[in-house]
């Protein structure tokens, strides 16, 4: 069994900045591609960045360029996701999520395989 363990998320007013974590535990299992997708209230889940295990690639939605930045740390299987300048559009529940084989399709939600519980994120204006 796989788990993906968020933590970091939280209350913070506009312009601030909070870092999640996302830890794999479990049984061991390929990662090739893990990601970060938000879902606000009535919305749809939306791709926000993704890195390659392999390599350290990363990419970003346009929404959240510049402002956002996604790493890991191979040795303690997690990845993070580092949110600066945000604004009260960032509010949403962010979830992590580890894909097992290769593909350029990073920015959709089926790609995945594993998906972690979410942890809330509120920006205050």
């Known amino acids: 069994q796989v788990q993906l363990v968020e933590g970091g998320g939280g209350l913070v007013q506009a312009g601030g900045s909070l870092r999640l974590s996302c830890t794999a535990s479990g049984r061991t299992f390929t990662k090739n591609t893990m990601g970060w997708f938000r879902q606000a209230p009535g919305k749809e889940r939306d791709f926000v960045a993704a890195i390659r295990w392999v390599g350290g690639r990363t990419y970003y939605a346009d929404s959240v360029k510049g402002r956002f930045a996604i790493s890991k740390d191979s040795a303690k299987n997690t990845v993070y996701l580092q949110m600066d300048s945000l604004k009260p559009e960032d509010t949403a529940v962010y979830y992590c999520?580890?894909?097992?084989?290769?593909?350029?399709?990073?920015?959709?939600?089926?790609?995945?395989?594993?998906w972690g519980q979410g942890t809330q994120v509120t920006v205050s204006s």
């Open positions: 999520a580890a894909a097992t084989y290769l593909t350029d399709l990073y920015t959709n939600s089926g790609t995945y395989d594993f």
